[in-house]
Structure formats: structure tokens, C-alpha cells
């Protein structure tokens, strides 16, 4: 059953298409088994909170997990959980505490985290410790076939053998060491029989954790983890992978060089990479000073549903920059959605409007359904969530003037009477992107300025005339905005700020 509603059951044959990395070309969807589509995620390496990059890919690809079920496909989701790495480790050693502590504390925040942006739990969520069996079988099968060999307790992977290497990033093997994030030292290089080799398994050092294998006690390297868990959960070829786009090079390319090595079949038809976050500009790290938890962010008063709005705004492949004035316009924007989405949900005004609660879905008018088409079109153009929310603000439109009207004590009319399909529609919808109504905060009748939700409301409502290709009437709409003092700014990553003159 669909659990986000009804009006998608004389929804047309689906379209959709993605930006693949793997062949750098925008493609139509063909899963490898019809109505059903594999998911492999990768998740985080626990070794300590999760921060605003790991918000932005999260809620990304909950929002494309919810789209391909409410288009009727049955989804396996699968995310894993790093909990072996050089970092975690160097984490226990500053507290004094292990590996398994380190990582246990951080996945429960993870989980934490991950509720309280309403993303969806995996379906399966595999741990690297609990895959060691299939990431030692596939290192031996890699070992057998020539295409790794060991030295003195390690395990390396033989770049050099594998002709279509870099397939995915474009990257020359000169490149390799530039993406190599400090992982290597000098002692493993001369182990190597060649500079661009990588571990699959790495000997124990002294006072490190280590677990058995046939090359001697150690750990895996990170890139076989995730080979050997889509393995293990999902088989050897898979729909969908995702991830970052700084995942890239060098961990989606190894795990295609090793999976593709061991298995001798393609590793996924399609690899789909989100953009990175900036903070005012700047790339996001704990030495700039600029690095923000969601746990954080969320404890200074940013509601949950503000921050996926935000993240949504933006198309998922460009980078997305974090400001305290697109944070608020966000927060602008989402004011206006909730309004219209709590117009529905409470009895008493349900009952003030005359609304029966029963599905009126089978009785939608065109006007509907054009909405609903609307916003189809924009999820099946490589996920154009920016498109899809100017859909859900021209749905929002009259259900907020009637919850003005409310609000004032005016007289209902039958207009307001009429809404019940459109804000079904607008719940259902709202829905598929991971969007519900919250709690707002009371109006300060005190407060200054201009109306933050009606200009937010106005660029929304731009957008949708921009896509449409109505450029007419988007100019109308700047002009507008314009005469009241405000000045629009768009962003390079799709969305606009707003300025007001003099001020």
C-alpha cells in the first residue's frame, strides 16, 4: 500500500531520469527488475557527530527513496555503518576509551540525528565489523585471481591490473595519490609493488584492535567494506548507488575496481552523487572554524522541517551554500507551507470548513491534477526538488488565505469550503519530499520589516513561473517585489535571497 496517499494512482508511466556519474549523461530509470529498485547508501564513519554535509546527502536521498515508493516501486534500502577506521581509533586513543565505545556513542546520535529530520530508517543497516566474513572471502577471492596480493601482513589491491580504472571520476592514475586523504605512510608505500595500490587489509599494529585472517591479525581497509557488504546484502550488481560527490575518488572508484574484479559483473547501473556544503562560501572543516553538527544546529532553534526545506531549495548536485540569511528565508518559506498544511489537521477546523476527512482524490478537478503532474514532472527531471516546491507553494496559496481567515475570525466562504482535495493533495505531496507540519511559533505582533512568508511565497511562486517558462510573468513578479523595497539575488546553486533596499 502507498503510504503517502492516492492521487498517484492515475499517475502516468514513470519518466524518470538521473544524472549518472558512471557515464556522465542524464538517463532514464530502467531498474534491472521491473518494480523493484536496490539502494546502496553509503553511511558514516562513526567517530564522531554528524554534521550539515551528512544532512544535506541524507535528506537528499530520503527524498528519492520516498519518490520511488510513492511511484509505486518496492524499495530495498540499504546503508552501512564504518565502524573499523584509522579515525574512530584515534578518537578512542584521545579518550582513552576503544573502538567500540567510540563507535556504539556515535551511532546512536547518528540514529538521533536522522529521526529528528524525519529520514527514513534503512531497510538494512550492515556494520563493517559484522561483514568481516565476506570481506575476508572476497579479499581471498581477489588474492586467488591475481588481482591483489599480500605483503608481510597487509593485503593490497593491484590497480595497475584492472585497464578500465578511473572509469567513474575520469581520473588518471597519476591523480590517485592527490585523492588518498592521508590514509598512506611511508612504511605501506614500500610494501607496495606500486605507489597507486591500495589495502584491502592492513596488518595490526601494535596496541590496535585486530581481528584474524588468513594474512595474519589486522583490519580491513575502508573501500572493501562497503564492496563486501552490497555484496552481502543486495548481491553483486545493484541498481543505485549514492553518496557524495567528495566519495568519488578514491572510494567509489576502488569499490568499483574491487567489486567489478571479485564479481566479474558491473557493481551498480547507476551512480548519483550530491553536491558538497559551503559555509558562507567556504568549504566546511573544523579548522576554518566553520564545521556545525545537525545536533547543534537543531539545539539553536533551526526547526528540523526549516532544515530540509533548505537542503530542498537547492538541485542535489550543486553545492549548497550555508548562510544565516538563506537559513532564514528557508525558515520564511517553510512558515508559509505549515500554514497551509496545519489548515487540515485539526478537528475543529475541519469542522469549521465542513470537511468530512473521506479522500476526495477520485474527484479531482483538472487544476489538481495539473499540480500533481507538475510536480511529477519536476522529481522525474534528475530530482528537481527546487521545481517540486514551487508546485507545493501553488497548491499552498488559497489554503493559507483561508487559515489567515481563520485566524482573523472572518467569515468562511465556499471557496474555503472547497480546498479539502487541494490540501490533500498538498499533504501527500509534501509528504514525498519528507515535509510535515510542525508546531510554528506564535506571530510577534510587534515585530518590524516586511512580510518574510509572502516574499518567500512570491520567489516560490517565481520559480515555478521560471520553470514554466513563463518569463513574463517571473519578471512581474521581481518587479513587484521590487516597488515594496526588495531586491532578489539568485544564487548559483538554484535558489534566491532577498535584500531589502536601505535597510
Avoid at 146 to 160: C, E, I, N, P, R
Avoid at 302 to 317: E, G, I, N
Wanted: charged share 25%.
Amino acid at each position: 500500500m502507498n503510504p503517502y496517499g492516492s492521487f498517484n494512482l492515475s499517475r502516468p508511466a514513470l519518466t524518470l531520469q538521473f544524472t549518472n556519474t558512471l557515464t556522465r549523461r542524464t538517463e532514464a530509470f530502467q531498474p534491472r527488475v521491473p518494480g523493484e529498485v536496490s539502494i546502496y547508501c553509503c553511511g558514516v564513519t562513526v567517530y564522531d557527530l554528524c554534521h550539515l554535509g551528512h544532512a544535506r546527502s541524507y535528506i537528499v536521498w530520503d527524498v528519492l527513496r520516498r519518490y520511488l515508493i510513492w511511484s509505486g516501486y518496492r524499495v530495498t534500502f540499504v546503508q552501512n555503518i564504518t565502524d573499523i577506521d584509522d579515525k574512530i581509533l584515534q578518537r578512542a586513543a584521545q579518550e582513552g576509551s576503544s573502538m567500540q565505545a567510540v563507535s556504539d556513542r556515535n551511532i546512536t546520535a547518528f540514529r538521533d540525528d536522522m529521526a529528528a529530520l524525519n529520514i527514513l530508517p534503512p531497510d538494512k543497516v550492515p556494520r563493517a565489523t559484522e561483514c568481516l566474513e565476506g570481506i575476508r572471502a572476497m579479499i581471498g577471492e581477489l588474492e586467488a585471481s591475481g588481482a591483489a596480493y599480500s605483503a608481510a601482513g597487509d593485503v593490497y589491491f593491484a590497480v595497475l591490473g584492472q585497464p578500465d580504472y578511473g572509469k567513474l571520476s575520469g581520473r588518471s592514475l597519476s591523480e590517485q595519490q592527490q585523492g588518498a586523504s592521508g590514509r598512506l605512510n611511508t612504511e605501506e608505500e614500500s610494501r607496495k609493488r606500486h605507489p597507486f595500490d591500495f589495502a584491502l587489509w592492513k596488518g595490526a599494529k601494535p596496541g590496535e584492535p585486530s581481528f584474524p585472517s588468513p594474512w595474519g591479525p589486522g583490519r580491513p581497509g575502508w573501500h572493501i567494506e562497503c564492496s563486501a557488504m552490497v555484496r552481502q546484502e543486495l548481491g553483486t550488481t545493484i541498481d543505485i548507488h549514492l553518496g557524495g560527490s567528495d566519495l568519488i575518488f578514491p572510494h567509489h572508484e576502488n569499490e568499483i575496481a574491487q567489486s567489478e574484479a571479485a564479481n566479474a559483473e558491473p557493481l551498480a547501473h547507476y551512480w548519483l552523487h550530491n553536491g558538497m556544503v559551503n559555509v558562507d562560501g567556504e568549504k566546511m572543516s573544523k579548522s576554518l572554524g566553520n564545521f556545525t553538527t545537525i545536533r547543534s544546529l537543531l539545539s539553536s532553534g533551526v526547526s528540523a522541517m526549516t532544515l530540509r526545506f533548505f537542503v530542498l531549495q537547492a538541485h542535489y548536485r550543486k553545492p549548497l551554500d550555508f548562510t544565516t540569511e538563506a537559513l532564514a528565508a528557508a525558515a520564511a518559506g517553510w512558515q508559509g507551507l505549515n500554514q497551509a498544511l496545519g489548515l487540515g489537521l485539526k478537528p475543529s477546523l475541519q469542522s469549521l470548513l465542513a470537511w468530512d476527512g473521506r479522500s476526495v482524490a477520485e474527484e479531482a478537478d483538472g487544476a489538481l491534477l495539473s499540480c500533481r503532474d507538475a510536480f511529477v514532472a519536476a522529481m522525474d527531471d534528475d530530482l528537481n526538488t527546487s521545481a517540486a516546491l514551487a508546485v507545493l507553494f501553488e497548491l499552498a496559496r488559497p489554503l493559507r488565505a483561508s487559515a489567515r481567515r481563520l485566524e482573523r475570525g472572518d467569515q468562511l466562504t465556499d471557496e474555503d469550503r472547497s480546498l479539502q482535495g487541494r490540501w490533500q493533495l498538498l499533504q501527500e505531496l509534501s509528504g514525498v519530499l519528507g515535509l510535515e507540519q510542525e508546531a510554528s511559533p506564535e506571530p510577534d505582533p510587534g515585530a518590524e520589516g516586511p512580510d518574510q512568508v509572502e516574499i518567500q511565497t512570491l520567489i516560490s511562486e517565481r520559480l515555478a513561473a521560471r520553470q514554466a517558462k513563463r518569463y513574463a510573468d517571473a519578471d512581474a513578479i521581481r518587479d513587484r517585489l521590487r516597488a515594496k523595497g526588495i531586491e532578489l539575488i539568485d544564487r548559483p546553486d538554484g535558489t534566491t535571497e532577498w535584500i531589502q533596499r536601505g535597510a
